[in-house]
């Protein structure tokens, strides 16, 4: 990971600051004041939090009012690019990270960027000073090569010293061959107890015989109960397939005709082809029927035939039915038109249906009476009122809490001032009034009382951070060591809330002036006052709950009546009532069904006409040849019929060769009209029907089975998980009579039930009876007390006992896969910084040891202060170059080379780049000689 962007807000004296960083290494420098301390403050607060008030370090808040904090831009993380922005907030600061691809995240997503570190651990590991230089000059030398073994392998330093505390620990709780330790004393206490409770129970065999009775009744009531709860859950079933009953009848109509009706693929295009059929056969048609009329117009002229006799018999009636033929064609245009209108309209009214969830052949909902709209109406004022106390009481209980928990603490703050009631009464008396040297002793010693507790804290913290550096199995149980400790330490530091008051200090321990025995009376009288303030709060609390609980209950009544509304009106169970209260949700189907019923009037009405003309034109039917469906083909036919018999009328002339030339190609017309009447039958055949009245039926057919389908998928992707069910019952009757069974046995469980709880608080009764006259009780719960009083001792046993083994384990792992590298490279580095004074750094006997040119050893508090820096700093980048597989964070360095001389200071700073190219380094210096050192491309010049 790399900082690419500083952007400050405001922070100390940086104020809408940018700094962009340059690869590599990148050198901060500036005089004193010039802001080196508070930018390196400003990435730290960045990534991990501003400091805290309570805390020693400075908050560097901004003084000309800007905005405090900044943000950083990240490169190379596991992410990517990213920007994290941290503001002022609550705790440490409001953070906000932003990823490349837009994401946006919180605390959690940075402590997943920055690995999981601290500032302290980053401090200890990543960012160091000449203070931290100058510390190792302050240690002895077991604990310095303690501190260079802990941070060559894994950064603390205090790991190796708390096992050896924990074993000491556990030995003052349990020894094998002991008797003082507590374990050892409390198992000769917990045989003793138990041979004891042996003794009274077996004089109490009617005591057994209760106990037996109980355990019997006990299990007869918890198989009771399961059997209770398993027929309720099948009783929900069954009144919900009944509810469905309906639905299933409609998918096994549905299932039968379909099967009745053998939905087939039909050709998409079939009507297509068969008009275009239709259409050349009627041109044919009309080919032949006018190469026959030029003949026998031609052969009229030769003579008269009998077309133009029948003609002249008829020539008036004739006459008349031609002249209505003109609107007998509108008529019949118009009824075509009409039926295709007719079918589209009944399939959007079934469309309409099956979306408002009716069926499609059933009656619609008739429109809702007033009475019907008036208790509508008030259900849903009902229900409004009912969320609306709802929300009231929500909001008071929100308040009661906040008031309840504030009294806690309040009472909780108290109770720790409070002294001891024998100390209280004991002053009341004028004996306990000594010299404020003996309370200030006393202080002293109750605060250093707490120092275990505090370094357990430390611990926790240091165990957990590990345990997520090492993410692996021994890290895990680290950090689970880490946590035992944490919740140990709280237990012994936070105040503990019991009903007795917690002393504040004892006779033995510590004096009190008169002063402080008044405010020790105003402080009592405070909390007696804030303990009947948190009992009225909760008293409210309680009846506010059971005020909550009815408000549920009457939610749930409202909606059961709701829903049989529903049902009696004949809506959807998932319906909305309020839409039937502005209008009516089904007036579109209204209207839809009346243009439905308006169009088949029509068409009747049609149909009427177009039969009257059919039996005008019957007596034609001798010399024209009529079909009931082929009108238009004989309306066309009647009027070529009469304007050819006209023609002939008027001339009659003989033109054998014009008779012979239609009669080929009237020939020809008729193979092609035989070829296009067999393409017909084929069409007919693949859908298997005879006739083109068949052939419209099937598609009509297929098309109304395909809507049915569709419903039956819609019903039975809803009713899936209750087909299976429906198929057990032969029909509703007998599904109602299983239900009733099973009320009526789940009734009579319920009896059982009760029947049997008598019978086992009797015997309660009974038993508590037994134990209350004797000693059987008290040995009972004294032999109680003690397994508990055990349990505890042991708990912490073990916990020290394998805490130690842990950090044993986890060093020895440590040393064989980190040590050997990172000592190899620290002798490196050691070497190159004393332009090879010395040759090697080891690690023997648990002491760090180097060795000199003339072959010499030496420990390292034997080294000067300057060489002993130097061995730090081999020590520090070995370590970093060594966790680069965990963990790869920039490295922060602040003057930590004054004590070097020049040509040391130039060999670290020669080193210092090489490692910049893969870890980044920000070094901040007041150093002239360093600013002329590097380019300055690399270096910052901070005014």
């Known amino acids: 990971m790399k900082i690419k962007t500083i952007e400050i807000y405001g922070y100390g004296k940086w104020v809408n600051q940018t700094f962009d960083l340059a690869e590599g290494m990148q050198i901060f420098y500036g005089k004193n004041e010039a802001g080196k301390s508070t930018l390196m403050s400003f990435i730290h607060s960045i990534l991990f939090g501003f400091p805290s008030k309570q805390g020693s370090d400075l908050q560097y808040e901004p003084r000309k009012g800007s905005q405090y904090g900044g943000r950083l831009r990240l490169v190379d993380t596991i992410y990517g690019?990213?920007?994290?922005?941290?503001?002022?907030?609550?705790?440490?600061?409001?953070?906000?990270?932003?990823?490349?691809?837009?994401?946006?995240?919180?605390?959690?997503?940075?402590?997943?960027?920055?690995?999981?570190?601290?500032?302290?651990?980053?401090?200890?590991?990543?960012?160091?000073?000449?203070?931290?230089l100058q510390k190792i000059q302050q240690m002895s030398g077991g604990k310095l090569s303690r501190y260079f073994l802990s941070v060559g392998t894994l950064g603390n330093e205090h790991l190796l010293k708390i096992a050896d505390k924990f074993q000491q620990q556990a030995a003052k709780l349990y020894k094998p061959t002991g008797r003082v330790p507590e374990i050892n004393q409390k198992l000769a206490s917990l045989k003793q107890k138990e041979q004891q409770l042996k003794t009274a129970k077996a004089k109490n065999t009617e005591y057994n015989q209760l106990m037996s009775q109980k355990l019997v009744l006990t299990g007869s009531l918890h198989e009771n109960q399961e059997k209770r709860e398993a027929l309720e859950i099948n009783l929900v079933q069954l009144r919900r397939l009944s509810n469905n009953w309906s639905h299933f009848n409609e998918i096994q109509e549905i299932q039968n005709q379909i099967q009745k009706e053998k939905l087939t693929d039909l050709p998409e295009d079939g009507l297509y082809q068969l008009k275009q059929v239709n259409d050349e056969l009627q041109r044919l048609t009309k080919e032949i029927i006018q190469a026959q009329e030029q003949i026998a117009y031609l052969s009229q002229k030769a003579g008269q035939s009998e077309d133009f006799s029948f003609y002249l018999e008829h020539k008036l009636a004739i006459k008349e039915v031609v002249l209505e033929a003109n609107q007998t064609q509108a008529v019949l245009q118009s009824k075509e038109i009409l039926q295709a209108q007719y079918l589209q309209a009944h399939y959007y009214l079934e469309q309409l249906l099956t979306k408002m969830g009716l069926p499609v052949y059933g009656d619609l909902p008739a429109p809702l009476a007033m009475s019907e709209q008036e208790q509508i109406h008030s259900q849903l004022e009902a229900e409004k009122a009912l969320k609306e106390r709802k929300k009231v009481l929500a909001y008071e209980k929100q308040r009661i809490d906040f008031q309840l928990e504030s009294c806690n603490q309040q009472i909780d703050k108290l109770e720790n001032q409070l002294w001891e009631n024998k100390t209280f009464h004991d002053f009341n008396q004028g004996s306990t009034i000594e010299d404020s040297s003996n309370l200030q002793r006393s202080k002293i010693i109750k605060s250093i009382s707490k120092m275990p507790a505090y370094v357990g804290l430390g611990l926790a913290s240091v165990s957990i951070i590990l345990g997520l550096i090492l993410n692996s199995g021994i890290g895990w149980g680290i950090v689970a060591l880490g946590i035992f400790l944490l919740a140990g330490s709280s237990y012994f530091i936070l105040p503990k809330h019991n009903k007795e008051i917690k002393p504040h200090g004892t006779p033995s321990e510590a004096t009190y002036s008169y002063e402080e025995y008044i405010q020790q009376v105003e402080i009592r009288k405070q909390w007696r006052e804030k303990l009947a303030e948190a009992d009225e709060a909760t008293e409210t609390l309680n009846q506010m709950m059971l005020q909550i609980e009815e408000l549920e209950s009457l939610d749930l009544q409202l909606n059961q009546k709701q829903q049989k509304l529903k049902t009696n009106l004949?809506?959807?169970?998932?319906?909305?009532?309020?839409?039937?209260?502005?209008?009516?949700?089904?007036?579109?189907?209204?209207?839809?069904?009346?243009?439905?019923?308006?169009?088949?009037?029509?068409?009747?009405?049609?149909?009427?006409?177009?039969?009257?003309?059919?039996?005008?034109?019957?007596?034609?039917?001798?010399?024209?040849?009529?079909?009931?469906?082929?009108?238009?083909?004989?309306?066309?036919?009647?009027?070529?019929?009469?304007?050819?018999?006209?023609?002939?009328?008027?001339?009659?002339?003989?033109?054998?060769?014009?008779?012979?030339?239609?009669?080929?190609?009237?020939?020809?017309?008729?193979?092609?009209?035989?070829?296009?009447?067999?393409?017909?039958?084929?069409?007919?055949?693949?859908?298997?029907?005879?006739?083109?009245?068949?052939?419209?039926?099937?598609?009509?057919?297929?098309?109304?089975?395909?809507?049915?389908?569709?419903?039956?998928?819609?019903?039975?992707?809803?009713?899936?998980?209750?087909?299976?069910?429906?198929?057990?019952?032969?029909?509703?009757?007998?599904?109602?009579?299983?239900?009733?069974?099973?009320?009526?046995?789940?009734?009579?469980?319920?009896?059982?039930?009760?029947?049997?709880?008598?019978?086992?608080?009797?015997?309660?009764?009974?038993?508590?009876?037994?134990?209350?006259?004797?000693?059987?009780?008290?040995?009972?719960?004294?032999?109680?007390?003690?397994?508990?009083?055990?349990?505890?001792?042991?708990?912490?046993?073990?916990?020290?006992?394998?805490?130690?083994?842990?950090?044993?384990?986890?060093?020895?792992?440590?040393?064989?896969?980190?040590?050997?590298?990172?000592?190899?490279?620290?002798?490196?580095?050691?070497?190159?910084?004393?332009?090879?004074?010395?040759?090697?750094?080891?690690?023997?006997?648990?002491?760090?040891?180097?060795?000199?040119?003339?072959?010499?050893?030496?420990?390292?508090?034997?080294?000067?202060?300057?060489?002993?820096?130097?061995?730090?700093?081999?020590?520090?980048?070995?370590?970093?170059?060594?966790?680069?597989?965990?963990?790869?964070?920039?490295?922060?360095?602040?003057?930590?080379?004054?004590?070097?001389?020049?040509?040391?200071?130039?060999?670290?700073?020669?080193?210092?780049?090489?490692?910049?190219?893969?870890?980044?380094?920000?070094?901040?210096?007041?150093?002239?000689?360093?600013?002329?050192?590097?380019?300055?491309?690399?270096?910052?010049?901070?005014?």
């Open 570 to 943: 004949g809506l959807p169970v998932d319906f909305s009532l309020e839409s039937l209260i502005t209008t009516d949700p089904f007036l579109e189907i209204r209207q839809q069904i009346q243009l439905v019923d308006q169009q088949e009037a029509e068409l009747a009405e049609q149909e009427r006409q177009l039969t009257k003309w059919m039996d005008k034109a019957e007596f034609c039917k001798s010399i024209v040849n009529y079909s009931s469906d082929r009108l238009a083909e004989f309306i066309v036919v009647l009027q070529q019929f009469y304007q050819k018999q006209q023609e002939i009328e008027k001339s009659q002339q003989t033109i054998s060769q014009q008779v012979t030339e239609i009669n080929q190609q009237l020939a020809a017309v008729k193979e092609q009209q035989a070829t296009l009447k067999a393409e017909k039958l084929q069409l007919f055949q693949l859908v298997e029907v005879t006739d083109e009245e068949a052939y419209h039926k099937k598609y009509i057919l297929n098309q109304q089975l395909q809507q049915k389908k569709a419903r039956l998928d819609l019903l039975e992707d809803q009713m899936a998980e209750d087909l299976v069910q429906f198929a057990r019952y032969r029909d509703e009757q007998a599904l109602l009579e299983s239900i009733i069974e099973e009320e009526e046995y789940l009734k009579e469980l319920k009896e059982q039930f009760d029947q049997r709880l008598n019978q086992k608080v009797e015997c309660e009764v009974a038993l508590k009876n037994l134990e209350e006259g004797g000693q059987y009780s008290v040995l009972l719960q004294e032999l109680a007390n003690l397994k508990s009083e055990l349990q505890e001792l042991v708990d912490r046993w073990s916990s020290l006992q394998i805490a130690a083994e842990l950090i044993e384990l986890t060093l020895t792992l440590a040393r064989k896969d980190r040590l050997p590298a990172t000592m190899e490279d620290t002798s490196i580095y050691f070497k190159r910084l004393t332009e090879n004074k010395y040759l090697r750094v080891l690690f023997r006997n648990e002491q760090i040891e180097v060795q000199h040119q003339d072959g010499t050893f030496f420990e390292a508090q034997e080294l000067s202060k300057g060489t002993a820096e130097q061995l730090y700093v081999a020590l520090r980048l070995a370590f970093v170059k060594n966790a680069e597989d965990l963990l790869e964070m920039p490295l922060l360095i602040d003057d930590g080379f004054v004590n070097f001389d020049k040509e040391r200071k130039g060999l670290v700073l020669h080193l210092l780049n090489e490692l910049s190219q893969t870890n980044q380094i920000l070094y901040f210096t007041y150093e002239a000689e360093i600013y002329n050192e590097f380019p300055q491309s690399q270096v910052k010049v901070l005014q």
């Open 81 to 132: 690019e990213v920007l994290v922005e941290r503001i002022k907030g609550k705790g440490n600061g409001k953070v906000l990270v932003t990823l490349a691809d837009g994401q946006i995240g919180e605390e959690d997503l940075l402590k997943r960027i920055v690995f999981g570190l601290d500032k302290a651990t980053y401090q200890a590991l990543f960012s160091f000073n000449l203070d931290g």
